[in-house]
């Protein structure tokens, strides 16, 4: 395990197969770069606590590496992160973001693809009190593959906003752009606003994006109350329910039941 406490750069290389865990405390502004090496497959799970804090993280792939990386927030206050990622050839990232706070978060991401078969995959799920996401995704070579996936879960009073956009210039046949939201809101006094944009610039490509919003379903919370749950715990298993694609991020069974255990103790209530 890594820990960082108070510091403003640090730098991960991977020349070598790794899976590595990350602890920030307590830093304020937090310059990060990921890197790895040619043919290197790593996987990170890094989380940051604190009162409030401005992170920047920059992520470069070696050519034909995998690089799988969930971030998850505990801070308990603002966070403000930035994220820019880009790859050699043959390079593939899946990167996953939890935040399950109640603190304001503030997300501006953007992926390059600039070389042949660069993938870049993205999951984020998040309950909403005040989340605002921004989303580049640029595509300038043939043969390369962005996804998005978005979950949310919108409370009383919360304000959620994912913009996220998939560009295809001309010239990157055969490029591949997918993006999904689903979006749980659990009261009528809240905002929340999906805006997907795709800007194709060629013809011989694959794109596609989908948003589901709305508030639970009536019948799934009679059938979960019949068989003994409490209206709040079942709203709580319905919440799990957008939640659990994180845990699938990590491809780890410790991290996973880890995962899954502190999202239970945030969102299940069992009174």
């Known amino acids: 395990m890594i820990t960082l406490r108070q510091k403003s750069e640090y730098t991960l290389?991977?020349?070598?197969?790794?899976?590595?865990?990350?602890d920030i405390h307590d830093c304020e502004s937090l310059k990060l770069q990921i890197e790895t090496d040619d043919r290197t497959h790593a996987q990170l799970w890094i989380a940051y606590d604190g009162v409030q804090m401005s992170l920047d993280v920059s992520v470069k792939l070696g050519f034909d590496s995998e690089l799988t990386v969930l971030f998850w927030n505990r801070m308990s206050e603002a966070l403000n992160m930035t994220l820019h990622m880009e790859g050699k050839a043959g390079s593939?990232?899946?990167?996953?973001?939890?935040?399950?706070?109640?603190?304001?978060?503030?997300?501006r991401i953007q992926a390059d693809m600039r070389e042949d078969h660069s993938d870049m995959e993205l999951t984020s799920v998040c309950i909403a009190a005040h989340k605002h996401w921004h989303i580049d995704w640029n595509q300038y070579h043939s043969h390369t593959t962005g996804i998005m996936h978005h979950f949310a879960v919108v409370e009383e009073n919360g304000d959620y906003l994912m913009e996220a956009s998939g560009r295809i210039v001309q010239g990157a046949y055969e490029a591949q752009s997918h993006q999904s939201s689903r979006v749980l809101t659990m009261s009528q006094k809240q905002r929340s606003e999906v805006l997907p944009i795709l800007y194709i610039d060629e013809n011989n490509v694959k794109a596609s994006h989908a948003t589901t919003l709305g508030q639970p379903d009536e019948t799934q919370l009679y059938y979960l109350q019949s068989r003994g749950l409490s209206r709040n715990a079942a709203l709580g298993l319905l919440r799990m329910g957008y939640l659990m694609p994180i845990v699938h991020v990590v491809d780890d069974e410790t991290w996973q039941g880890q995962l899954q255990q502190e999202m239970e103790e945030k969102v299940i209530r069992h009174d």
Request: net charge negative; aromatic share 12%; hydrophobic share 35%.
């Open 13 to 22: 290389f991977f020349d070598r197969d790794s899976k590595e865990q990350v």
């Open 92 to 107: 593939h990232v899946h990167m996953g973001i939890g935040d399950l706070q109640a603190g304001a978060s503030d997300y």
